[in-house]
């Protein structure tokens, strides 16, 4: 065997112990480590306490940023229009048009899901929703050993879609470097306000307000596992929007693509981190030699090849099953944040196709667009949440509430309603509520 070969598991859905190993290569805990939930919990009640000059301690202990108040790291809108300035005009111009498709999609979820409604009941009572959109919001975006302005993008624009009067942006910045592409992106996509912080100690400055950063009424982005714990133990003082696991991409494929376009896709996640999770499922053995070749050829010329390497090597595998049929089957059960059907024909296999973040038809359609500009939100659910969430949109930031207007003639029939089971649940302050706007 080459030195250069990815060791990346081979199986088959024939062999007499594959659920076993499927069963092993599903597994990944969310639990974080006791020594991170102790440390963030001490952090939080910190942050709580003491307002900024926990927020100041803790950014120069972890970031090396040092600061005599945290006015001096704040950023506004004429710090996010000089970054756009400074950027390249190749930057501007990807950076508007991706805000403008990723704008664009969440106008037409607006339109579709993300509206009010009433109604009148024949004798006049007025039933409905009212939808309103959340006044402030906080987003994370990770910053460090990688900075990301499409994360800003995905969790800015949908929330200005929606209505968010205020939207502030944490991101840490190591040493004081600015990554004037996130600060661009908070430009394009109308960003209020934002702070040079990050890890436990910002959520808990968005969650709780300090003196100089308001508290907001939920936190949405990505984060490392000090972000993560500190989002669960926030959840109930703001909203949050999800606890994402490593990023997955498994992709469906009838050996109708070329093989090396198949074994990028697969990289396009593992050069994440190492405990991203590539599979790729198909009833094709030649074709899955043809792409284990691809990946050993193809893995040294990539810059993160010793991540993208653990990553395969770890958690990725290589499957064979019966048929295209099957692979849909094994895709429901997995649930997968990115789902590619690259098949000849992938209409046909999207009906069966019912847990996924998000799917990718066609050879043509590659995971990082949807990454980046295709439109729709890549905040998706991960380690098998999409069997009950959804990607990141409008209606994470809004809200609903409940229109009731009873007519007279409506409270006499739904006062009887409501006062029999109301003495069956023995509250009789329930029952005489309803019963005294009966007509005597």
Known sequence: MSAATVRIARLSTAQAGFEAAFAK?????????????????????????????????????????????????????????????????????????????????????????GRGFSYRDDDGTLLGQKV???DRVGLYVPGGKAAYPSSLLMNAVPAKVAGVREIVVVVPTPGGERNPLVLAAAHVAGVTRGFTIGGAQAVAALAYGTATIPAVDKITGPGNAYVASAKKRVFGTVGIDMIAGPSEILVLA???????????????????????????????????????????????????????????????????????????????????????????????????LVHAGAIFLGAFTSESLGDYCAGPNHVLPTSGTARFSSPLGVMDFQKRSSLIEVSEAGAQSLGRIAAELAEGEGLQAHARAAEMRLKR
Do not use: K
């Open 254 to 352: 009838d050996g109708t693509t070329p093989a090396d376009w198949v074994a990028m896709d697969l990289f396009s996640q593992a050069e994440h981190d190492e405990l991203a999770q590539s599979i790729l499922l198909s009833p094709d053995a030649a074709f899955l030699d043809a792409v284990q070749r691809e990946i050993d050829r193809l893995i040294d010329t990539l810059p993160r090849a010793a991540i993208a390497r653990a990553s395969l090597e770890g958690r990725g595998a290589l499957i064979q099953c019966r048929s295209m049929d099957e692979a849909c089957a094994i895709s429901n059960r997995i649930a997968p944040e990115h789902l590619e059907v690259s098949a000849a024909d992938p209409h046909r296999w999207e009906p069966l």
């Open 132 to 134: 309103t959109p959340l």
């Open 25 to 113: 290569l599903q597994h990944w805990s969310s639990e974080a480590d006791a020594a991170i939930e102790q440390r963030v919990a001490s952090i939080l009640a910190d942050v709580r306490a003491r307002g900024d000059a926990a927020v100041l301690e803790y950014t120069a202990r972890f970031d090396g940023l040092e600061a005599v108040s945290v006015a001096e790291l704040e950023l506004g809108p004429a710090d996010f229009a000089a970054a756009f300035e400074a950027i390249t005009p190749a930057q501007r111009a990807a950076l508007q048009q991706a805000a403008d498709r990723i704008r664009h999609y969440h106008e037409r979820q607006l339109e579709a899901c």
